[in-house]
C-alpha cells in the first residue's frame, strides 16, 4: 500500500510558507554578513562598467525618491501633482484693488514643489531669469502663492520625471522660458478661478459679519 499524502489547510500552508521565508531570510544575512566586502566590490565594479545594470539602479531609485515624496506630499522635481498645504500662513493682499485674505508661502516650499535648492531660486531671481516676487514680507522674505508653486511644478514635470540634476545649465533651459510665460498670465499671481474663489469666501464672510451684527 503507498503512502497517503498529508493534506493542509490554507492556514498550514501559509504558515509553512512564512517559516520558509523566515529561515530563507536568516540564510541570506548570514551569506551577506560573511561576503558584503567581496558583493559591494562586485557590485561598484559592475555599476561603473555595466550600462544597462547602472541605468535600471538609476531608474529605481527615481522610483523610490518620487514615492517617498508623494507620500510626504510633495512634488518629486514636479510630478503634475498640487502641493500640499502644510502649515500655511494667511496674509491679506490687493487683488484687482481689494484687499482679501489668502494663503502664500516662501521659498522653503517652492524649492521643495519644484525640487531645486534654495542658492538655485535665488540665482534665478538675482538673474531676472524669473519675474520677481510679487509679495514679501519684511521686504525681503519672498512669497508665492499656491498657483504659482503649482504651475511651476507640473512644468518642471514635463523636463524631469525623477529628482533635478545638480548638472542642469539653468542659463539656456527652456523651464524657464515656459515658467515666465505662465506666470505672466496669472492676474496677482492667481488663476481666475482661484480669484473667484477668493472674493465668493471674502463675501460670504462679511454676510456673515452683517448678519451677526444686525442681530
Known amino acids: 500500500m503507498g503512502r497517503v499524502a498529508k493534506t493542509y489547510t ?25 561576503s558584503k566586502v567581496e558583493l559591494n566590490i562586485a557590485r561598484n565594479a559592475r555599476y561603473k562598467f555595466d550600462r544597462e545594470y547602472r541605468e535600471k539602479i538609476q531608474s529605481q531609485q527615481r522610483e523610490s525618491y518620487r514615492r517617498k515624496r508623494n507620500a510626504q506630499g510633495h512634488i518629486p522635481g514636479g510630478q503634475g501633482k498640487h502641493v500640499k498645504r502644510t502649515a500655511p500662513k494667511t496674509y491679506e493682499v490687493t487683488v484687482r484693488g481689494v484687499r482679501v485674505p489668502t494663503e502664500l508661502v516662501g521659498t522653503a516650499l517652492f524649492t521643495k514643489a519644484i525640487g531645486v535648492s534654495k542658492a ?19 521686504r525681503t522674505w519672498r512669497l508665492y502663492t499656491y498657483d504659482q508653486i503649482n504651475i511651476a511644478a507640473q512644468i518642471m514635470a514635463k523636463f524631469f520625471a525623477g529628482p ?21 498670465k496669472l492676474e496677482d499671481g492667481f488663476l481666475p478661478e482661484t480669484i473667484d474663489k477668493m472674493f465668493a469666501e471674502k463675501a460670504a464672510k462679511d454676510k456673515q459679519s452683517t448678519d451677526g451684527d444686525q442681530k
Open 10 to 34: 490554507k492556514e498550514e500552508l501559509e504558515e509553512r510558507r512564512e517559516k520558509r521565508l523566515a529561515k530563507l531570510r536568516v540564510e541570506n544575512k548570514k551569506y551577506y554578513d560573511a
Open 120 to 138: 538655485t531660486l535665488f540665482m534665478w531671481s538675482r538673474e531676472k531669469a524669473i519675474p520677481d516676487s510679487l509679495y514679501t514680507v519684511n
Open 164 to 184: 533635478v540634476p545638480r548638472s542642469v545649465r539653468w542659463a539656456t533651459h527652456p523651464f524657464l522660458d515656459d515658467l515666465r510665460e505662465a506666470w505672466g
